[in-house]
């Protein structure tokens, strides 16, 4: 494995002055979004990919590895990033829900990575409560943080930075970069955007993007779920029913502007994030948003045009937040260029979830159906991972930690439930990597009215169950179906199929000892389970 060559001073007071050589571990830099669905980058391929939303997260794709079947095993932004840290799923590091507070104490490869010599460091949103442990410098986000001249909490205490949050973020990054980082340790830097999550606020500069063309629109849009299980027709992220003018879409919104009694159930980060901006922001704000305003009043829409209209702000403003997180990565590759450290830096770009920006007829996530369950997962690794290469193995979030710590040339503990992708990233195809993925999520009742369901996914065939209101179940063909609108459970003819699926589902349930389930399951079934794939 690769080594550290240091050149301690005799001088304790100058030991800092480490040398970094080729042989040394790799840097860590690891870039990620909240909520960026995989259909919203360039490089993968998705029905928004004439926009050309990321054209540098697209450059990272040419410079290294793209993973194509790429996971979450819990759809929802807390959860995802406990699962990143431990290397464990939910029910094992116990940050179920957003409402959880993680327990810093517990195993993370931050701190394993301190141990192997890494120096390391955190900025942006964490979302799992408490002060982080496990880096060398680091500022949070409070909560969900706010796009407009936010609040970070620092070691030493809570300050307000401003400008957009992205650039926040990145500033302090940069900053870390060339100002704190200790030259010839290896570095773990992790860059935590809060955008494009909800609502989309995207920054003054990006305010008037897109204006000039119409994005396409998602093949589902309109879809009635029909075929579904009762959840998908019970839940509350329709941009028909649930995204509101003002809420989501600021039509009109003051920063006096009272969140209505239709609201209740959401969380007030909306009206918090307006308040914030400065007057001249504001007034920057309006004078992009007025006469589009104007004009949506004057067309009186209704129906399904009124659907297009509020999809078409919608999908403008997610991709606007999209471009302010490429331009950091754009910004974050320039400076490891800058100070010379491109050559000897793993970047890895990723995002806690994805997300419907219209499919279905939805916005937000947590269900396991596709778009919320792709992650993106990018790798430029030089002279490692060959460049523009993409990869069609099953990886999920459970096997970043590994991931780093093979990185460092680190031991991987027992106890870690995922693989390190290293082999993958490295172009190999072990013949034992893993052929499904289990899946649960958990956070009900609460925001969009998703319940718990737990599924297993394979290269071909999704199987799902809803198991809260009694045993609903729904399978997928996805390669027959890949927009998920044929549900082929209970099919008599695919019954072997189905048995066989469900005796995998429940063979990783034991294989990750997740007895989270409520639900009874059939004695038949676990006996006939067989030893799980890793
Ligand atoms: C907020 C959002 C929800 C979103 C959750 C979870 N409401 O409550 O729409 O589902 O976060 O998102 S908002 O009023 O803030 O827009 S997560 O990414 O943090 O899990
Ligand atoms: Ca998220």
């Keep these: 494995m690769k080594y550290l060559v240091a050149l301690l001073s005799l001088v304790p007071a100058l030991s800092v002055l480490t040398v970094q050589t080729e042989n040394s571990p790799p840097n860590i ?134 400008g957009h949050c992205t650039d926040v973020v990145t500033d302090l990054a940069v900053q870390w970069l060339k100002e704190k980082r200790t030259a010839g340790k290896p570095f773990l830097l992790m860059v935590q955007h809060k955008a494009p999550h909800r609502n989309w606020m995207p920054a003054l500069r990006h305010l008037k993007l897109y204006d000039d063309i119409s994005m396409p629109e998602p093949p589902t849009l309109f879809d009635k779920y029909e075929d579904n299980a009762p959840p998908a027709r019970h839940q509350e992220l329709e941009i028909d029913r649930h995204m509101d003018l003002n809420y989501d879409l600021f039509v009109d919104l003051t920063p006096e502007f009272n969140q209505p009694a239709s609201q209740q159930r959401q969380d007030k980060s909306a009206w918090h994030n307006m308040k914030r ?132 040339g680190a031991p991987i503990p027992e106890d870690m439930q995922g693989r390190s992708l290293v082999p993958l990233i490295e172009g190999k195809s072990p013949a034992d990597w893993r052929r499904s993925i289990y899946y649960h999520y958990y956070e009900y009742p609460s925001y969009h009215m998703v319940p718990r369901h737990y599924g297993i996914r394979t290269e071909r065939h999704k199987l799902m169950h809803f198991y809260e209101f009694g045993d609903e179940w729904e399978m997928y063909d996805l390669k027959t179906d890949p927009d998920e609108l044929t549900n082929l459970y209970g099919l008599a003819r695919l019954e072997s199929l189905t048995s066989g699926l469900k005796r995998q589902l429940f063979a990783l349930q034991r294989h990750y000892e997740d007895d989270s389930d409520v639900s009874e399951k059939p004695d038949s079934w676990k006996r006939q389970v067989r030893p799980g794939t890793r």
């Excluded at 929802?76 to 590091?93: D, E, F, M, Q, Y």
């Excluded at 947590?366 to 490692?384: A, G, H, N, Q, T």
């Design 277 to 408: 901006m400065t007057p001249e922001q504001l007034r920057t704000w309006r004078a992009a948003y007025g006469p589009k305003d104007r004009a949506f009043h004057q067309a009186k829409l209704t129906g399904p045009d009124l659907v297009r209209w509020k999809f078409q702000r919608y999908a403008k403003n997610y991709l606007r937040c999209v471009k302010g997180v490429d331009e950091s990565v754009g910004r974050l590759q320039a400076t490891l260029e800058e100070l010379g450290l491109s050559d000897n830096t793993v970047v890895v770009y990723s995002s806690d979830q994805g997300f419907y920006i219209g499919d279905h007829g939805w916005y937000d996530k947590r269900w396991m159906y596709e778009e919320s369950l792709k992650m993106p997962f990018i790798v430029k690794w030089p002279e490692v991972a060959e460049p523009g290469s993409r990869n069609r193995h099953l990886i999920q979030n459970l096997d970043y930690a590994e991931t780093f710590l093979e990185i460092a």
């Design 29 to 162: 830099l690891f870039v990620f979004s909240d909520d960026h669905a995989t259909h919203a980058i360039g490089a993968y391929d998705g029905w928004l990919k004439s926009v050309n939303p990321t054209p540098h997260i697209d450059q990272l794709a040419e410079e290294g590895i793209l993973f194509e079947n790429s996971f979450c095993s819990n759809s929802i932004c807390g959860p995802s990033r406990a699962v990143i840290l431990t290397g464990k799923h939910s029910h094992k590091n116990g940050f179920m829900n957003n409402g959880n507070t993680f327990d810093w104490n517990q195993q993370i490869f931050p701190k394993l990575l301190r141990q192997a010599g890494y120096q390391t460091a955190l900025y942006g949103k964490s979302h799992l409560r408490g002060h982080p442990q496990g880096f060398d410098d680091w500022a949070v986000l409070p909560g969900q943080g706010l796009y407009y001249n936010p609040d970070l909490i620092f070691p030493d205490g809570r300050r307000r930075i401003d």
